[in-house]
């Protein structure tokens, strides 16, 4: 069983996995946050599909290819994307496209790259113009 010992920001900043799986969660819960904030009263299974919209691989990797294209990320942060777009997957889900799973978990694991190091602001900016740039494609 894994301990729940906290572990050193600069170890896990090392592991793509890890950070993938920390941006993941980061990634939810500002998508789930905005549209809390949104206003309005909705139902759950609404917020639910609205937020599905923004999390799911293909927007995450259409996210990602604008962040790049519109030259918004560092250098650093583009060799984070490399190393974890690189890392061979041990599954992909179903449904999904095989390199839209590898940019969605590359984008994943930037944001939590940005969480393990304490740059929680630069981590907020980036789901903020992905979510943006996401809400522009599905119009």
Aim: glycine share 8%; hydrophobic share 35%; charged share 30%.
């Amino acid at each position: 069983m894994t301990s729940l010992t906290p572990t050193p920001a600069a170890n896990l900043a090392k592991n793509t996995t890890t950070m993938a799986f920390l941006g993941d969660a980061f990634y939810e819960l500002s998508v789930r946050r905005r549209l809390a904030e949104g206003g309005g009263t909705y139902a759950a299974d609404k917020l639910h599909k609205e937020a599905v919209r923004y999390v799911k691989a293909s927007s995450q990797a259409t996210a990602l290819r604008g962040l790049k294209e519109k030259g918004l990320l560092t250098e650093e942060e583009l060799e984070v994307v490399r190393k974890a777009r690189n890392r061979k997957p041990k599954s992909v889900p179903k449904h999904t496209d095989p390199v839209d799973y590898k940019l969605a978990t590359a984008f994943e694991a930037l944001l939590g790259y940005h969480y393990a190091e304490g740059r929680i602001d630069r981590a907020e900016e980036l789901a903020g113009l992905a979510i943006q740039y996401i809400g522009e494609w599905h119009g």
